[in-house]
Structure formats: structure tokens, C-alpha cells
């Protein structure tokens, strides 16, 4: 079992810059993928950015590419995502999620351990 707490979301405005965190307990941290994905109101639950177990290969959705970085802290029990370039089009509720299995886990039903997610809203 592995709780995931995220934070770090707010209001900001278009061309600024959030960095969530998320941090995890429980099972050993290092075992886990761990993705960020995001919901906007009225649309499905959305694919951000994965970090693969202790390797550290990233993969990110082609529409935060260049400006959003996922990072891991294994010392720290934690994984950040870096948003840059925030435009309002990224408004939604932020989710961490683990999933104890390798490779580029996209969908979120290859997720097994969510966060309650926290909100990021920006304005024009």
C-alpha cells in the first residue's frame, strides 16, 4: 500500500511557473513508476509526465513537452513536476499516482495508488 500526498498547486498566472510535489509512504518508494496526471472540468483524466522506477527514463505528453519536468527525490520519498510557461489551457486538478509495474504507463488504469490531487488554476 503507498499513500501519496500531493501540494504545491495554487493560482498563477499565464507564462508563470508551479512546482507540485508529491509525497509518498508506505511501501518502498523506488519499486514504483510514478505519474502526474491532470482533469480538467468536463474531460477524462489526462496523461502529464511518468518517471520510471529507480532509472529515472521520463516520458511526457506531447502537449507539456519542453516546458513541464518530472523529477524524483528517492532520498526524499517524493516526485516533483516543474510547470513552466503555465497557460490557462493547463487549468485543471493535478493527480500523483503510482504504479508497481516498469515502462511508460500512460492510461491511468495501469495505476494502482492515486492522490487526492490539488488545483492549479491559471489566468490570463
Known amino acids: 500500500q503507498v499513500q501519496l500526498v500531493e501540494s504545491g498547486g495554487g493560482l498563477v498566472q499565464a507564462g508563470g511557473s508551479l512546482r507540485l510535489s508529491c509525497a509518498a509512504s508506505g511501501r518502498t518508494f523506488t519499486r514504483y513508476t510514478m505519474g502526474w496526471f491532470r482533469q480538467a472540468p468536463g474531460k477524462e483524466r489526462e496523461f502529464v509526465a511518468n518517471?520510471?522506477?529507480?532509472?529515472?527514463?521520463?516520458y511526457y505528453s506531447d502537449t507539456v513537452k519542453g516546458r513541464f519536468t518530472i523529477t524524483r527525490d528517492n532520498a526524499k520519498n517524493t516526485v516533483y513536476l516543474q510547470m513552466n510557461s503555465l497557460s490557462p489551457e493547463n487549468t485543471a486538478v493535478y493527480y500523483c499516482?503510482?504504479?508497481?509495474?516498469?515502462?511508460?504507463?500512460?492510461?491511468?488504469?495501469?495505476?494502482?495508488?492515486w492522490g487526492q490531487g490539488t488545483q492549479v488554476t491559471v489566468s490570463v
Open positions: 499516482a503510482a504504479a508497481d509495474s516498469t515502462g511508460d504507463r500512460r492510461s491511468p488504469g495501469e495505476y494502482e495508488y
Open positions: 518517471i520510471i522506477k529507480s532509472l529515472n527514463w521520463r
